[in-house]
């Protein structure tokens, strides 16, 4: 990576997912690539988490307006399925900052998940292992929704995808 494009990495860091706000999208892995090639020209490839993510537009508006305001003025950015995204792609700080939202991070996975792994999520409140999965349904596409039997409090985990 290039000094402009660890510049542009730094800038992104600091654009945060428009539905969980407490993670950047380079650490929730979507960040897939980045090429600048000279001065004031940036490319941004984005893979989303899911295909029918409803954020994709509003990330593509953050990260353009993020580094217009760099001071980059050749911007491309764009939703690429040319890179699958996983969970895996989540970094520490990242899992961290979701937990700090509520949510429950996904384990780290070898490929393969089957349904079981959605129902022994730890209770992002009281680190609990004495969780129910609810409905692998939640809100969105990438989480599912689960009840802590020892705090009693219903909480959203992000599901592990490979």
């Not at 290039?2 to 650490?27: A, C, G, M």
């Not at 941004?44 to 954020?55: E, H, I, R």
């Not at 911007?75 to 700090?100: C, D, M, P, R, Y």
């Amino acid at each position: 990576m290039n000094p402009r494009e660890q510049q542009i990495k730094s800038v992104l860091e600091l654009v945060n997912d428009p539905e969980i706000p407490t993670i950047s999208i380079v650490d929730l892995g979507i960040v897939t690539k980045i090429i600048s090639e000279k001065e004031n020209q940036a490319y941004v490839q984005l893979t989303p988490t899911f295909s029918g993510c409803p954020a994709l537009k509003i990330m593509e508006n953050l990260v353009s307006a993020a580094l217009l305001n760099a001071g980059f003025n050749e911007i491309k950015v764009e939703t690429s399925f040319e890179t699958q995204w996983n969970s895996n792609l989540i970094s520490e700080k990242g899992l961290i900052a979701l937990k700090k939202h509520g949510l429950a991070p996904p384990p780290k996975h070898d490929g393969y998940i089957e349904l079981d792994v959605l129902s022994d999520m730890p209770c992002p409140l009281c680190n609990s292992r004495n969780t129910t999965l609810q409905t692998p349904f939640g809100p969105t596409l990438c989480r599912s929704i689960h009840y802590c039997n020892n705090c009693s409090n219903a909480f959203e985990a992000f599901k592990p995808v490979s």
